[in-house]
């Protein structure tokens, strides 16, 4: 192998390892740790579902902000308060809290399994 092939084997192992790496400063916590924090009037809670999945099934202290809207609406959530995000299975709320760690929120909490493990 020539030197050009290493580094696109490097670049790609890079890329692939840094899409699967949780996102520095963003706590992975299980629905039960979720569900304890529903008292803390210092937590903000968003579904990142879309508004038929949400609909169709949801903790009522989750507001439903869809993360194709998150981007759009991220100045409707307080910078000051913990946030817990939650999705479907883990997935689109882990792009989320990357979004809304890279936005400068400091207190980003991803419900591991999402809904999926709610129950």
């Not at 790496?21 to 706590?27: E, L």
């Not at 902000?65 to 995000?85: N, S, T």
Request: charged fraction near 30%; aromatic fraction near 10%.
């Amino acid at each position: 192998m020539d030197s050009i092939q290493w580094i696109l084997i490097i670049l790609i192992a890079g890329f692939v390892i840094g899409r699967f790496m949780p996102t520095k400063g963003v706590n992975n916590i299980t629905a039960q740790e979720a569900k304890n924090k529903f008292t803390d009037k210092k937590v903000q809670f968003i579904d990142v579902r879309t508004p038929r999945e949400y609909k169709a099934n949801h903790s009522p202290q989750f507001k439903n902000i869809p993360l194709f809207e998150l981007a759009k609406k991220i100045d409707k959530l307080d910078r000051d308060k913990e946030i817990v995000v939650i999705c479907q299975s883990g997935m689109r709320s882990a792009k989320a809290a990357k979004l809304l760690k890279k936005q400068g929120f400091e207190k980003i909490n991803n419900v591991k399994g999402g809904m999926s493990a709610w129950y």
